[in-house]
């Protein structure tokens, strides 16, 4: 391993998700197993243009009774600073006062990007962990947060039927996805919702109005739809509907920014705490403008080019498995 690699930063960017803190912990703990210096960042990019008391020595004592808890200790925001040529030039020069061998970011596509930048533009080593609960990253099975926000939906899903079976009502609930569906499919699954509506997948009124009729023909005492935010919105496909037809009690629920927060599942906590260790261990053997994650188990490093830029398709076993048991 590169001995030159002493001092290590590690910053949180982009929106927080389960794990975070997780994910710092391991980062600081590796760094001290192997002897370097870890220097928590406050507050993401912004951050890094200021410096001084947003610069942080970290020992272990910092990072213990973290593991459990969501958000970011170290904080985020975002900065329109750091996207220009002058705010770029401002975090390398905080980059050399700290004297920083590399980085660790925890964040997602907005993160990926502007270390992108940063590392290309000054030849500096840079590795990324995957923390969004959008699960859209290509390169990693899971990104950190996925598992926990699916989770979440579920268990709020799981109470609103209780009610829905209690008035005969149709529920449209509405999860975090703005691009893909992958909260919507699995968390559709382990509820036995009725259908999804979904980016990757165009539903109609006319098709959502028969899968609805089915269900009541069949004797159903409650109907519970999934919409990822991307796909048109709950409240707009509802009122479409009550255009269409007086027949069902209607109801939307937005589960928003619940799905961000929260204890992190045990999956998340395992999953942070290795690829943190992996993180320091890349940049310690060279690695430098690339994510870790896990591919079938294994440890993989991809740019953050390919990361940020490939498309992850939604998984069309499950969708299948979603069709058959939603009858």
């Not at 900065?79 to 002058?86: A, C, M, V």
């Not at 006062?97 to 500096?124: E, M, R």
């Not at 591919?295 to 990361?307: D, S």
């Amino acid at each position: 391993m590169k001995a030159k690699l002493k001092k290590i930063g590690v910053l949180t960017s982009g929106g927080d998700a389960p794990g975070m803190n997780a994910a710092i912990r391991a980062v600081v703990r590796a760094g001290i197993f192997y002897e370097r210096t870890v220097i928590g960042i406050y507050e993401g990019y912004n951050g890094l243009i200021k410096d001084g008391e947003y610069f942080k020595e970290m020992i272990s004592k910092d990072v213990s009774g973290i593991l459990n808890k969501g958000g970011t200790i170290l904080r985020s925001a975002r900065s329109d600073e750091f996207k220009t040529e002058e705010g770029m030039e401002k975090a390398w020069q905080s980059i050399q006062k700290a004297k920083l061998d590399g980085l660790v970011v925890i964040g997602g596509n907005g993160t990926f990007t502007g270390a992108h930048k940063l590392g290309i533009k000054y030849n500096f080593p840079i590795v990324g962990i995957p923390a969004t609960i959008d699960n859209d990253l290509v390169g990693t099975d899971y990104t950190l947060g996925y598992d926990t926000a699916t989770n979440t939906a579920v268990e709020s899903i799981d109470r609103i039927r209780d009610t829905a079976s209690s008035h005969n009502r149709l529920f449209f609930i509405e999860v975090m996805g703005r691009d893909k569906g992958f909260i919507a499919l699995r968390s559709a699954i382990a509820t036995g919702a009725e259908t999804i509506i979904i980016p990757e997948r165009e539903l109609s009124i006319d098709r959502l109005e028969q899968i609805l009729d089915y269900g009541t023909n069949n004797k159903k005492t409650s109907n519970i739809v999934i919409v990822a935010e991307g796909a048109g919105g709950a409240v707009k496909i509802a009122n479409e509907l009550e255009e269409r037809t007086q027949a069902y009690d209607t109801k939307v629920t937005i589960l928003g920014h619940l799905q961000r927060g929260g204890s992190p599942t045990c999956f998340d906590r395992i999953l942070a705490s290795r690829l943190g260790v992996l993180a320091v261990e890349g940049l310690m053997k060279g690695e430098r403008n690339s994510m870790v994650g896990l591919i079938n188990r294994k440890a993989r490093f991809t740019p953050f080019l390919t990361a940020i830029n490939g498309e992850r398709e939604i998984d069309e076993e499950l969708l299948r498995v979603d069709s058959i048991l939603s009858i």
